[in-house]
């Protein structure tokens, strides 16, 4: 149901590209497919990987950003698919642990061809590592790097990464591959607009990838516990344990929302 519902999303996106048709029923769809996201909060792992990536970004890109290009929603989503389950952005060393590939090492690949069967893949690549690395591990690009031979020592900041981003996809867009693969339009997208598609990504990764959107997870909380209340199905107080242990991350989540409820059961009385 959860895949079905989101592709019915995508095609409403893509019937009005250019025009952002987030409204009131729009967004309301989107939040109830949320919920239904965090109400099986045991069996999380049965919905596909691409359907929920394809929901985040229609969250916080399209709905809470106004995005109106649906080339940007579908390539944010295959792009959250495709890094986040690969090693290719990845390097072991000769201990077996894992690290993030860096920028030195990635550029002598490119100037070389080692892993690219072209420039114009070889830009695109470095690029979209750019965005990756900053916009889903925002913290992963603080402090000096060095290349994996421990030479070339530089500072990298975001700023570094936001640049460079912005310069390769400008440089993919223009290579004569992007009109042949019909992405031409899209990659210059991406480079005159990386920041904003950076700080929808952290966003994204804080509250869905990474972490749990924490207001939401009070809420499934507090609604398990009313309905362990009302029926005294030991189900219910199940999943109050699960979300509960989910807050532990964020305790402040759990305050915020009380004092939110305790203002809506409030309202009527003042209204009145």
């Not at 996106?13 to 009131?24: E, K, P």
């Not at 809470?64 to 080339?71: I, K, L």
């Not at 992405?183 to 598609?197: D, N, P, R, T, W």
Request: proline content about 2%; overall charge negative; charged content about 25%.
């Amino acid at each position: 149901m959860l895949e079905a519902a989101v592709q019915d999303l995508k095609h409403v996106i893509s019937g009005h590209d250019g025009t952002n048709v987030a409204d009131r029923a729009f967004t309301r769809r989107v939040d109830e497919l949320l919920n239904v996201f965090y109400d099986d909060i045991g069996e999380i792992t049965t919905v596909p990987s691409h359907t929920l990536f394809d929901l985040f970004v229609i969250k916080v890109l399209y709905v809470e950003h106004a995005s109106t290009d649906a080339s940007v929603v579908e390539y944010l989503g295959e792009f959250l698919e495709r890094y986040l389950f690969t090693e290719d952005l990845f390097q072991r060393n000769d201990e077996g642990s894992v690290s993030p590939l860096y920028l030195s090492d990635l550029l002598q690949e490119m100037v070389q061809l080692k892993r690219f069967q072209n420039l114009f893949e070889a830009y695109r690549k470095y690029a979209d590592y750019s965005l990756f690395v900053t916009g889903v591990f925002p913290n992963a690009v603080r402090g000096r790097r060095c290349n994996r031979w421990g030479t070339n020592i530089q500072f990298v900041d975001r700023a570094y990464y936001v640049s460079t981003g912005k310069r390769f996809y400008k440089m993919a867009a223009e290579h004569e591959l992007a009109e042949d693969t019909q992405q031409a339009g899209i990659l210059a997208k991406l480079s005159s607009h990386f920041e904003v598609y950076l700080n929808a990504l952290n966003e994204m990764s804080e509250r869905y990838i990474m972490g749990f959107d924490m207001n939401l997870i009070a809420d499934k909380m507090l609604d398990n516990i009313n309905d362990y209340r009302d029926t005294g199905e030991d189900r219910y107080l199940q999943n109050a344990s699960r979300y509960a242990a989910i807050l532990k991350v964020n305790p402040n989540a759990l305050s915020s929302v009380m004092e939110r409820r305790s203002t809506l059961r409030k309202a009527p009385e003042s209204a009145a």
